[in-house]
């Protein structure tokens, strides 16, 4: 208590986080003052007596995730969100609690021990990044971030584990001054993270999640380079009971038969390391799902629990494990023919029903909306379990409304037009090549919309991407080629723009040179077959 004390006193005299440049620099963020609950320390005796009861020990159990038995209901009759999840704890006395998870918990944590930093850190962890959601406490309202930046203004001792919860909550432009930090960004908050305590195995898989966004390959740790692959196994060198890091050992590998040896010497590939995975975490939801997506469909895999489990087993476990993951109702129904269905809490699913319940347990998250979409072709129309009815456009738009980063919607929205058809996106009309554009300024990488704006370019016309770049359709494929050398399709529409006189060759950028017959059979040049494109 008295070294609490002290922190209050020292809170008016040193701030946590300021900004370098400033006030008002719009990219810096401005904490605020220091809350007035903290002059409510030391606690009344009531809430000394309440520190031994169900509150104060969930709390402790979060953290630890010990001592916890969650429910989670299924989200099929229309069934509550995650964060209305009901949480059964056993008290020290025996009795249990009911008691939602994991907000409200938190709240009556934070509501009983207001400097307890641990709590903060861990309430931001509840809510979605990029201030999406907000907590109320006290009459107030937090996004994840403030309570980042409370935690900091009460003094944070683990400092490492804060500046990762921080850098969770930045979108990919945004940038914070804390401390020594000056415009840092989500990758460099998490490698100071790691600076600051290198025996946190949860820092090295956070650094990895974070390079595997921004599309990268290795990071720079000080002295050494990380690979991603090598990211994971110092986790596991020094946690080697980290499900996590097993499970991104295997997604890390370049093929599911590729073979790696982990920090106790044994050697093993992508379904050794998730079944591994499982082994260390029965309730990892992921790992479930990811070992689904590398077996064949009527393959079955055999579990270290004694398990044989089928694809479809395997992705309905995951939903099992984590009804609230869009993701694994969209990888299901990805898994489904057009007219095939899956059984799934007693209810025949098409591909259709189930990125509809994908989009109902997750509204906010933009793939589920874009795969809804991919799914409605030929007008077809769906009613959301919210009333409202889409089709494939309006799917489309609101995936650009969740997430305005992503190319693939903007992509997608596009072949849904007719060649000089327009659609209006947030208020503003757009062509279709416009909406090409935007996919290509979002991802300048993005190979198939280089194509598809190739095919609706008319002859002898140029498109003005919007870093000033001017190209026809012969460039436009180029590119495509450039940015994903198995785009097949780039191949045989760059012939179209050859003369039809023999000996005409077109030179690639990477310096091939193609005739005509070399790009229609360019998938026997290069020993690939394809199956669908």
Request: neutral net charge; hydrophobic residues 35%; glycine residues 6%.
């Amino acid at each position: 208590q008295q070294q609490q004390q002290q922190q209050v006193q020292q809170t008016d005299q040193t701030s946590a986080a300021t900004a370098s440049s400033g006030e008002g620099h719009p990219s810096v963020y401005q904490p605020r003052a220091p809350p007035n609950v903290l002059k409510q320390w030391p606690p009344s005796e009531h809430v000394q007596r309440l520190r031994h009861t169900a509150f104060w020990h969930v709390e402790v159990a979060l953290s630890s995730r010990l001592q916890l038995l969650a429910t989670r209901r299924s989200p099929l009759g229309g069934l509550p969100r995650p964060e209305r999840e009901i949480l059964v704890v056993r008290q020290s006395s025996g009795k249990r609690s009911a008691l939602t998870l994991p907000r409200d918990v938190y709240v009556n944590a934070y509501s009983l021990s207001p400097l307890c930093v641990s709590v903060l850190i861990n309430m931001s962890l509840t809510l979605k990044p990029e201030g999406r959601e907000s907590i109320e406490i006290n009459g107030e309202s937090f996004t994840g971030r403030e309570l980042c930046w409370r935690a900091m203004e009460l003094g944070a001792n683990d400092t490492s584990r804060l500046f990762s919860a921080l850098g969770r909550q930045l979108s990919k432009r945004q940038r914070v001054s804390v401390f020594h930090l000056v415009e840092a960004d989500e990758l460099v908050l998490n490698v100071e993270a790691i600076h600051m305590d290198c025996e946190n195995a949860q820092g090295f898989i956070s650094v990895d999640y974070v390079i595997s966004q921004q599309g990268k390959t290795r990071i720079d740790l000080g002295p050494y380079c990380f690979s991603r692959i090598q990211l994971c196994l110092e986790a596991l060198r020094l946690d080697p009971q980290y499900a996590m890091a097993m499970n991104n050992c295997a997604t890390n590998l370049e093929e599911h038969t590729d073979t790696v040896m982990l920090p106790d010497g044994q050697h093993m590939n992508a379904r050794q390391l998730y079944i591994t995975a499982i082994e260390k975490d029965p309730r990892y939801s992921l790992a479930f799902s990811n070992l689904a997506w590398i077996i064949q469909k009527k393959e079955k895999v055999k579990l270290k629990d004694g398990r044989d489990m089928s694809q479809m087993d395997l992705f309905r476990e995951a939903i099992r494990l984590d009804p609230f993951n869009s993701l694994y109702y969209s990888n299901l129904g990805h898994m489904l023919k057009p007219k095939e269905t899956v059984l799934l809490d007693g209810k025949q699913l098409t591909a259709i029903d189930l990125n509809i319940l994908a989009v109902h347990v997750d509204p906010s998250n933009s793939s589920s909306f874009n795969n809804l979409g991919a799914l409605l072709k030929f007008k077809l129309k769906v009613k959301l379990k919210d009333g409202r009815v889409v089709d494939d456009r309006a799917c489309y738009c609101e995936a650009i409304r969740l997430d305005d980063t992503s190319a693939l919607p903007w992509n997608n929205l596009a072949l849904t037009l007719p060649d000089g058809g327009t659609y209006v996106v947030g208020g503003r009309e757009y062509t279709k090549l416009e909406l090409y554009a935007e996919a290509i300024h979002r991802c300048d990488t993005f190979s198939a919309s280089y194509n598809n704006a190739a095919v609706c370019l008319p002859a002898g016309e140029y498109m003005t991407l919007k870093d000033g770049r001017r190209l026809n359709k012969e460039l436009l494929y180029l590119t495509a080629i450039d940015t994903d050398a198995l785009n097949f399709r780039a191949y045989r529409n760059l012939r179209s723009t050859m003369q039809p006189q023999n000996g005409a060759v077109v030179e690639l950028f990477d310096g091939r040179r193609l005739n005509r017959d070399q790009l229609s059979n360019i998938e026997d040049m290069m020993g690939v077959t394809v199956e669908d494109e």
